[in-house]
């Protein structure tokens, strides 16, 4: 086990390396199962935010904690995020022996918070031993359209209510872990019938179907202070008839900013998504994405973009396309919610991993309970 951080460590002020203030903008992924030399040196200078794994990046359980350790003591004035997607279901990266929970649907099925927390927790606890400190989960979407290639599954019911109440609930077991959650994926993901990993898809509604179905869950994580919520490259033409909801104004500043008071991060979905990367380079996406109010970007493979996005920011500070009181805003959250959760006093060492997952019995019996849940539904359809 290493020390958890001193919160009082994590400056909230300014700091004097400009790129220091960039970096922390920025969550990247990368190829294969070693941190790249160049990805390592930007973290040791502070000039990227954290890291994001993927399952090819993913070895065995022993391995894993080893690279997380590796990142995390790559800067230890500011610690680096370590994210990671485990909603259970099929989003989930850490396969066994790590537990394996059926799809956040059948939370739904159950109806229950106090088993949608016990969910969370048993995803935060496993991800924690392995050194992460940021699980993207819970899905906020309601799920009102068969045909979504996408969320399906993944989200927890088909009311909003019930979405709102499991949602909350799964969040918390994940904080009770000691990981930050991340509701996904404002304004709502539920009612598409393309994948925006692979094209920009539009949700055409009206405000006041929005309002009733869509952001009701979502209302209820910005009212609970959810610490993290990630946007949907998705266009609302009634809303925004222009831009998708990552790079919208009127969307991420005016909504949920400003008329729901909002003060946590805003987190992009991946920027190498087609929703996106199709439509706008890098560079105009990120300072649009900044002008929106987002505080995170992710660069979930290619790490080397990086530099570019990095430079576009510089450029618009320099010609005053963005101020440093709106770099500066992103920066006081982020130290905020690193000085809560930035921390691996919950990881396991590479010795002792293997032993912590197998004597998870509880876990294993919750997840054989909700598995054989799953499993019923299905065959009643």
Same mark, same amino acid.
């Given at each position: 086990?290493?020390?958890?951080?001193?919160?009082?460590?994590l400056?909230?002020?300014?700091p004097r390396?400009?790129?220091?203030?960039?970096?922390?903008?920025?969550?990247?992924?990368?190829?294969?199962?070693?941190?790249?030399?160049?990805?390592?040196?930007?973290?040791?200078?502070?000039?990227c935010?954290?890291?994001?794994?993927?399952?090819? +990046?993913?070895?065995?359980?022993?391995?894993?904690?080893?690279? +997380?350790t590796?990142?995390?003591?790559? &800067?230890?004035?500011?610690?680096p995020?370590?994210?990671?997607?485990?909603?259970?279901?099929?989003?989930r990266?850490?396969r066994?022996?790590?537990?394996?929970?059926?799809?956040?649907?059948?939370?739904?099925?159950?109806? &229950?918070?106090d088993?949608?927390?016990?969910?969370?927790?048993?995803?935060?606890?496993?991800?924690?031993?392995?050194?992460? +400190?940021?699980?993207?989960?819970?899905?906020?979407?309601?799920?009102? +359209?068969?045909? &979504?290639?996408?969320?399906?599954?993944?989200?927890?019911?088909?009311?909003?209510?019930?979405?709102?109440?499991?949602?909350?609930?799964?969040?918390?077991?994940?904080?009770?872990?000691?990981?930050?959650?991340?509701?996904?994926?404002?304004p709502?993901?539920?009612?598409?019938?393309?994948d925006?990993?692979?094209?920009?898809?539009?949700?055409?509604h009206?405000?006041?179907?929005?309002?009733?179905?869509?952001?009701?869950?979502?209302?209820?994580?910005?009212?609970?202070?959810?610490?993290?919520?990630?946007?949907?490259?998705?266009?609302?033409?009634?809303?925004?008839?222009?831009?998708?909801?990552?790079?919208?104004?009127?969307?991420?500043?005016?909504?949920?900013?400003?008329?729901?008071?909002?003060?946590?991060l805003?987190?992009?979905?991946?920027?190498?998504?087609?929703?996106?990367?199709?439509?706008?380079?890098?560079?105009?996406?990120?300072?649009?994405?900044?002008?929106?109010?987002?505080?995170?970007?992710?660069?979930?493979?290619v790490?080397?973009?990086?530099?570019?996005?990095?430079?576009?920011?510089?450029?618009?500070?320099?010609?005053?396309?963005?101020?440093?009181e709106?770099?500066?805003?992103?920066?006081?959250?982020?130290?905020?919610?690193?000085?809560?959760?930035?921390?691996?006093?919950h990881?396991?060492?590479?010795?002792?991993?293997?032993?912590?997952?197998?004597?998870?019995?509880?876990?294993?019996?919750?997840?054989?309970?909700?598995?054989?849940?799953?499993?019923?539904?299905?065959?009643?359809?």
């Amino acid at each position: 086990m290493v020390e958890s951080i001193d919160p009082e460590t994590l400056p909230l002020a300014p700091p004097r390396d400009i790129r220091e203030l960039v970096g922390q903008l920025f969550v990247c992924g990368f190829e294969g199962k070693t941190l790249p030399q160049g990805l390592q040196e930007a973290l040791e200078k502070g000039h990227c935010g954290g890291i994001i794994l993927f399952a090819r +990046n993913i070895a065995t359980p022993a391995e894993l904690v080893s690279l +997380n350790t590796s990142i995390a003591e790559t &800067n230890k004035a500011i610690p680096p995020w370590i994210g990671v997607d485990q909603e259970g279901g099929r989003v989930r990266r850490l396969r066994a022996p790590f537990t394996e929970l059926p799809p956040a649907a059948v939370l739904g099925l159950e109806g &229950n918070t106090d088993i949608a927390r016990q969910y969370g927790q048993i995803l935060g606890e496993e991800a924690a031993a392995a050194g992460f +400190n940021w699980v993207f989960a819970p899905i906020l979407d309601v799920h009102t +359209n068969p045909h &979504n290639p996408v969320i399906g599954d993944r989200s927890l019911a088909q009311q909003p209510e019930q979405v709102a109440r499991l949602a909350m609930a799964k969040a918390e077991g994940l904080i009770d872990a000691g990981v930050m959650p991340c509701g996904k994926h404002f304004p709502g993901h539920g009612d598409t019938d393309k994948d925006s990993h692979l094209t920009l898809p539009t949700v055409s509604h009206p405000r006041e179907r929005l309002e009733s179905i869509e952001w009701p869950p979502f209302q209820a994580a910005a009212r609970a202070g959810l610490p993290a919520i990630m946007t949907a490259h998705v266009l609302f033409p009634t809303l925004d008839p222009v831009s998708p909801a990552t790079l919208s104004v009127r969307i991420l500043r005016d909504i949920l900013r400003e008329a729901w008071g909002y003060d946590g991060l805003v987190v992009s979905d991946d920027l190498e998504m087609k929703g996106v990367a199709d439509h706008y380079p890098i560079e105009e996406i990120v300072v649009r994405g900044l002008l929106a109010g987002i505080d995170v970007f992710l660069l979930c493979r290619v790490w080397e973009a990086l530099g570019p996005a990095t430079e576009a920011v510089l450029a618009a500070l320099r010609d005053g396309t963005i101020s440093e009181e709106r770099l500066l805003a992103s920066w006081r959250r982020i130290m905020r919610a690193k000085a809560r959760f930035a921390d691996f006093s919950h990881r396991c060492s590479p010795e002792t991993i293997d032993a912590y997952l197998a004597e998870q019995h509880e876990h294993r019996t919750q997840a054989a309970h909700l598995q054989s849940r799953w499993a019923s539904a299905l065959r009643q359809v």
